[in-house]
């Protein structure tokens, strides 16, 4: 799988948990580092950091993508619009929580979330 890291840089343990949640290896994390400058339309500056991805458009659409998405709720509700436009379904997501108790703080892979599972079912309720 290829992990599109909206985020923090993630740990080798929280690696190993994606791992044997999705039950696939990790075999490349793009680091997508997440800046925005709030004066500009933040559509072009999440354009502008994906270009980093040099994926083909049948690479988008067929490789094994995972996310793990960018806190700020704008910017994550841009990067899943756009690579639905550029994969044609939603990606599987991240969830990580806190690890209770641990100093300094440290976050672990709670869930990965089908988002495209979810559409799906959801549309039952449309009619």
Same mark, same amino acid.
């Given at each position: 799988?290829?992990l599109?890291n909206?985020?923090? /840089?993630?740990?080798p343990?929280q690696?190993?948990?994606i ?5 696939? !290896?990790?075999e490349?994390?793009? +680091?997508? /580092?997440i800046?925005f400058d709030h ?8 354009r502008?950091?994906?270009k #980093?991805?040099t994926?083909?458009?049948q690479e988008?659409?067929? #490789? ?11 910017? +994550? #509700?841009?990067?899943?619009?756009e690579?639905h ?6 990606p599987?997501?991240?969830?990580l929580?806190p690890?209770?108790? +641990?100093? /300094? !703080? ?9 988002l495209? +599972?979810?559409?799906?079912?959801a ?5």
């Amino acid at each position: 799988m290829i992990l599109l890291n909206f985020s923090h /840089p993630l740990t080798p343990e929280q690696r190993e948990q994606i791992e044997f949640l999705t039950k696939n !290896p990790l075999e490349q994390v793009i +680091a997508l /580092p997440i800046h925005f400058d709030h004066e500009q339309p933040f559509l072009l500056q999440l354009r502008e950091i994906l270009k #980093a991805v040099t994926f083909t458009p049948q690479e988008w659409q067929t #490789a094994p993508i995972i996310v793990n998405l960018p806190s700020y709720n704008y910017i +994550a #509700a841009l990067v899943l619009a756009e690579l639905h436009g550029r994969m044609g379904y939603f990606p599987p997501i991240l969830r990580l929580k806190p690890v209770e108790g +641990a100093i /300094p !703080p440290r976050f672990e892979v709670a869930e990965v979330i089908n988002l495209q +599972a979810v559409r799906d079912e959801a549309r039952q309720f449309r009619f």
